[in-house]
């Protein structure tokens, strides 16, 4: 393999696939090695030593900056200190009786193989609102990325630029159509029009709301699925991409700089600075995953570097920097694994069919890169479940929840502390949608009413079978009331349907009775085995996940969080989780992406999805897309398939097959005839159905697959090969 190793290029291999790369070594050079977990993994060191001594070497020239240190002072710009390299910035048009009016603090930036892609600037304060709205018509931009909140740690960083509804700004009307929000992003698409013109224009604003106040992300998970949002939104012919994040109100962060100076990188003071950081690495980012799926290589350094030449600053500190490395190797290593929901049923099959050669799947591969990259628990990222007054709240010490994702429990009880077993995750539209915890020990049962009344949640969903030897009890009342702790849980009412019991719960807070009772449903699913790994009827946990949605929608507005919990707050709740958050990506987004999902959760909680079995058994489900509903009613009826030995998936492997039913967007039906994930290694396949025990010969298999793969709009239903 060549290596470049005086321009800085590393070779990641045809990407997206998982292949060789070449890596900063712990000396800091260039060499072969494996993208591997250890890479990942070992990013404190590559901090010390490889990529700090390259971020060290870096060199930044300073073009002229003439014109910008000429603007008029009536020109508002508390960054004034903060140069504009005059070959780069951006110009506006002249304002009649106004010679000065074209100045802006923003810059061109270069794009992969793209001249002036990016316009890099700082966050719009309140006198430069018009100017920004100005430079968006005059640059044709169809996008705006802003990598920073309104408000952090009490300082603005940004005004809000934009409308709820109409606003004029200067000449230019922006009309909002529709705000789309996601756990860590929200999407605003205007209609903008100019005055004196006919023509209207759609623009998006893409919001990441999830850059933490200090540092940057733990990690790069939810910026690689924005920036590839980005991607994909914004219409090829459209002028340059817009990227601020915020503006410093504060003590002059650049110091003056002469024309021709070298300085060395990262020598400010890492304070943050007008559209440079974060909006660096946005750029960054986006400009080496093109790279890398072009050519095969990444450049990083010589990346940031010409970044730099066009504006100063962009990667500002040594922490984004390395930020910016450890998100292109998560890129790299599990590739965009994103898929159209009409492109989902026969892709499916292609994933989870056996190569003969390898005894592996695509499925299999995916889980195994899962795994690699899957954050390492350290001890001091879990102190709090550690401290000995807690251990006796844990099933296990070897499943304890993040510091950071813990959730402190709030309401008073005796001398109990606030630390319970649980972790708050998000959804894929909601932040911190789920709390996910482990059944209350007999010790902690008050804990967790504590946990539903403080954390406003809604529902809870219980997900593993009752167990004296486990000490799994029943923790709730049975049509009465009881007081656990300060929290009184009134039973109101119950039904069973299938699989499933439905209760519902009145509680409050006796210490607080000003607080008013809350309404809980409590979802207990009875068709889930111990001894399995996923359950045997897919369609009564759908049930499940349906009904959950029906009472946000109908009661708490979407608002209330849920408690999801099996025996040790894991692989089954981690697996619900997942089902939930891909379905919402399925009605938003119209994309499966399971990996992605799976990710996120497990950088919260490693033990989310748990297992894979080698071997995948034939798979009952296949997916029909055969129409948009305009309401969810259709959906109770639309799933018919019998229940009984529904062959088992693996988790990750069930998550699939279960998302072929969108509950709102998309209609599915199951059918006998699509046979997914048969050993093809074999000659024979032994598959057990409902009526019995049969063996089918593989060719038969497939070829009962590819006749039903090829009728999407109108599936007939086999009996295991027979027509």
Same mark, same amino acid.
């Given at each position: 393999?060549e290596?470049l190793?005086?321009?800085?290029?590393?070779?990641?291999?045809?990407? @997206?696939?998982?292949?060789?790369?070449?890596?900063?070594? =712990?000396?800091?050079?260039?060499?072969?090695?494996?993208?591997?977990?250890?890479?990942?993994?070992?990013?404190?060191?590559?901090?010390?030593?490889?990529?700090?001594?390259?971020?060290?070497?870096?060199?930044?020239?300073?073009?002229?900056?003439?014109?910008?240190?000429?603007?008029?002072?009536?020109?508002?710009?508390?960054?004034?200190?903060?140069?504009?390299?005059?070959?780069?910035?951006?110009?506006?048009?002249v304002?009649?009786?106004?010679?000065?009016?074209?100045?802006?603090n923003?810059?061109?930036?270069?794009?992969?193989?793209?001249?002036?892609?990016?316009?890099?600037?700082?966050?719009?304060?309140?006198?430069?609102?018009?100017?920004?709205?100005?430079?968006?018509?005059?640059?044709?931009?169809?996008s705006?990325v802003?990598?920073?909140?309104?408000?952090?740690?009490?300082?603005?960083?940004?005004?809000r630029?934009?409308? =709820?509804?109409?606003?004029?700004?200067?000449?230019i009307?922006?009309?909002?159509?529709?705000?789309?929000?996601?756990?860590e992003?929200?999407?605003?698409?205007?209609?903008?029009?100019?005055?004196?013109?006919?023509?209207i224009?759609?623009?998006?604003?893409?919001h990441?709301?999830?850059?933490?106040?200090?540092?940057?992300?733990?990690?790069?998970?939810?910026?690689?699925?924005?920036?590839?949002?980005?991607?994909? !939104?914004?219409?090829?012919e459209?002028?340059?991409?817009?990227?601020?994040?915020?503006?410093?109100?504060?003590?002059?962060?650049?110091?003056t700089?002469?024309?021709?100076d070298?300085?060395?990188?990262?020598a400010?003071?890492?304070?943050?600075?007008?559209?440079?950081?974060?909006?660096g690495?946005?750029?960054?980012?986006?400009?080496?995953?093109?790279?890398?799926?072009n050519?095969?290589? &990444?450049? %990083?350094?010589?990346?940031?570097?010409?970044?730099?030449?066009?504006?100063?600053n962009?990667v500002?500190?040594?922490e984004?920097?390395?930020?910016?490395?450890?998100?292109?190797?998560?890129a790299?290593?599990?590739?965009n694994?994103?898929?159209?929901?009409?492109?989902?049923?026969?892709?499916?099959?292609?994933?989870?069919?056996?190569?003969?050669?390898?005894?592996?799947?695509?499925?299999?591969?995916?889980?195994?890169?899962?795994?690699?990259?899957?954050?390492?628990?350290?001890?001091?990222?879990?102190?709090?479940?550690?401290l000995?007054r807690?251990?006796?709240?844990?099933?296990?010490?070897?499943?304890?929840?993040?510091?950071r994702?813990?959730?402190?429990?709030?309401? &008073?009880?005796?001398?109990?502390?606030?630390?319970?077993?649980?972790a708050?995750?998000d959804?894929?539209?909601? @932040?911190?949608?789920?709390?996910?915890?482990?059944?209350?020990?007999?010790?902690?049962?008050?804990?967790?009413?504590?946990?539903?009344?403080?954390?406003?949640?809604?529902?809870?969903?219980?997900?593993?079978?009752?167990?004296?030897?486990?000490?799994?009890?029943?923790?709730w009342?049975?049509?009465?009331?009881?007081?656990?702790?300060?929290?009184?849980?009134?039973?109101?009412?119950a039904?069973?349907?299938?699989?499933?019991?439905?209760?519902?719960?009145? %509680?409050?807070?006796?210490?607080?009775?000003?607080?008013?009772y809350?309404?809980?449903?409590?979802?207990?699913y009875?068709?889930?085995p111990?001894?399995?790994?996923?359950?045997?009827?897919?369609?009564?946990?759908?049930?499940?996940?349906?009904?959950?949605?029906?009472?946000?929608?109908?009661?708490?507005?979407?608002?209330?969080?849920?408690?999801?919990?099996?025996?040790?707050?894991?692989?089954?709740?981690?697996?619900f989780c997942?089902?939930?958050s891909?379905?919402?990506?399925?009605?938003?987004?119209?994309?499966?992406?399971?990996?992605?999902?799976?990710?996120?959760?497990?950088?919260?909680?490693?033990?989310?999805?748990?297992?894979?079995?080698?071997?995948?058994?034939?798979?009952?489900?296949?997916?029909?897309?055969?129409?948009r509903?305009?309401?969810?009613?259709?959906?109770?009826g639309?799933?018919?398939?019998?229940?009984?030995?529904?062959?088992?998936?693996?988790? !990750?492997?069930?998550?699939?097959?279960?998302?072929?039913?969108?509950?709102?967007?998309?209609?599915?039906?199951?059918?006998?005839?699509a046979i997914?994930?048969?050993?093809?290694?074999?000659?024979?396949? =032994?598959?057990?159905?409902?009526t019995?025990h049969?063996?089918?010969?593989?060719?038969?298999?497939?070829?009962?697959?590819?006749?039903?793969a090829?009728?999407?709009?109108?599936?007939h239903?086999?009996?295991?090969?027979?027509r």
């Amino acid at each position: 393999m060549e290596l470049l190793e005086q321009e800085g290029a590393q070779n990641v291999g045809p990407f @997206p696939t998982h292949t060789q790369a070449t890596l900063p070594l =712990d000396n800091g050079t260039l060499g072969d090695a494996q993208l591997s977990p250890a890479h990942l993994l070992q990013t404190p060191a590559l901090k010390s030593a490889g990529l700090a001594s390259r971020c060290g070497d870096m060199q930044r020239y300073v073009h002229s900056y003439l014109d910008s240190e000429l603007s008029p002072s009536s020109q508002p710009d508390p960054t004034r200190v903060f140069r504009l390299h005059d070959h780069s910035r951006v110009r506006l048009l002249v304002l009649d009786g106004d010679p000065h009016s074209d100045y802006i603090n923003a810059n061109y930036i270069d794009g992969y193989h793209r001249p002036r892609h990016y316009i890099a600037t700082q966050g719009p304060m309140q006198e430069t609102v018009k100017d920004f709205w100005r430079m968006i018509w005059q640059e044709n931009s169809a996008s705006i990325v802003m990598v920073t909140n309104l408000v952090e740690v009490g300082r603005v960083k940004c005004v809000r630029y934009w409308p =709820d509804d109409t606003e004029v700004y200067g000449d230019i009307k922006v009309t909002l159509i529709e705000t789309e929000p996601l756990a860590e992003y929200v999407i605003r698409t205007f209609t903008v029009q100019k005055k004196g013109y006919h023509e209207i224009r759609e623009l998006r604003l893409f919001h990441f709301t999830s850059w933490p106040d200090h540092g940057v992300p733990c990690y790069a998970t939810g910026l690689l699925g924005f920036v590839r949002q980005v991607k994909f !939104l914004n219409p090829p012919e459209a002028g340059p991409i817009v990227v601020h994040c915020s503006v410093t109100m504060g003590q002059p962060i650049v110091q003056t700089l002469h024309a021709g100076d070298l300085i060395p990188a990262l020598a400010v003071p890492c304070q943050s600075s007008a559209g440079a950081g974060r909006t660096g690495c946005f750029i960054a980012i986006d400009t080496m995953l093109d790279m890398a799926e072009n050519e095969g290589v &990444v450049d %990083i350094f010589n990346c940031v570097r010409e970044l730099r030449a066009q504006r100063v600053n962009l990667v500002q500190t040594e922490e984004q920097y390395v930020f910016v490395h450890d998100a292109i190797l998560e890129a790299c290593l599990c590739g965009n694994t994103a898929i159209p929901v009409c492109e989902f049923r026969s892709l499916y099959y292609n994933i989870s069919r056996l190569d003969p050669q390898t005894n592996s799947s695509q499925i299999k591969d995916e889980f195994q890169t899962l795994n690699i990259v899957t954050p390492r628990v350290r001890p001091e990222d879990c102190s709090i479940g550690l401290l000995p007054r807690n251990h006796d709240k844990n099933r296990s010490m070897d499943v304890l929840p993040l510091d950071r994702c813990l959730p402190f429990l709030i309401s &008073v009880d005796g001398e109990s502390s606030n630390y319970i077993n649980a972790a708050l995750m998000d959804s894929h539209k909601q @932040p911190a949608a789920f709390v996910v915890t482990q059944h209350p020990l007999p010790n902690t049962v008050a804990d967790f009413w504590r946990l539903v009344f403080d954390y406003n949640c809604s529902s809870v969903v219980m997900l593993n079978e009752m167990d004296t030897a486990q000490l799994c009890m029943q923790y709730w009342p049975e049509k009465t009331s009881g007081c656990y702790g300060p929290i009184q849980v009134e039973f109101v009412s119950a039904d069973i349907d299938e699989d499933i019991i439905h209760r519902i719960f009145r %509680i409050c807070n006796m210490a607080r009775p000003q607080d008013g009772y809350r309404i809980v449903q409590h979802l207990q699913y009875i068709g889930w085995p111990a001894y399995r790994d996923t359950p045997p009827s897919k369609r009564s946990l759908l049930k499940v996940v349906r009904r959950l949605e029906k009472w946000q929608e109908q009661y708490d507005g979407r608002e209330g969080r849920t408690v999801v919990h099996c025996l040790n707050g894991g692989g089954r709740s981690g697996t619900f989780c997942a089902i939930c958050s891909v379905c919402e990506m399925i009605q938003q987004q119209n994309i499966i992406d399971v990996f992605h999902i799976v990710k996120t959760l497990r950088n919260n909680k490693s033990n989310m999805v748990e297992t894979l079995c080698v071997n995948l058994m034939a798979s009952r489900l296949c997916g029909c897309w055969e129409r948009r509903l305009g309401s969810t009613s259709q959906w109770d009826g639309d799933v018919s398939a019998p229940q009984q030995n529904e062959w088992s998936h693996p988790p !990750l492997a069930c998550i699939w097959s279960l998302l072929l039913l969108d509950r709102q967007a998309i209609s599915t039906k199951l059918s006998h005839g699509a046979i997914m994930g048969f050993p093809l290694n074999s000659t024979e396949t =032994d598959i057990f159905t409902s009526t019995g025990h049969m063996t089918l010969h593989e060719t038969k298999v497939s070829t009962l697959f590819a006749a039903s793969a090829v009728n999407p709009n109108g599936l007939h239903v086999y009996s295991l090969g027979v027509r």
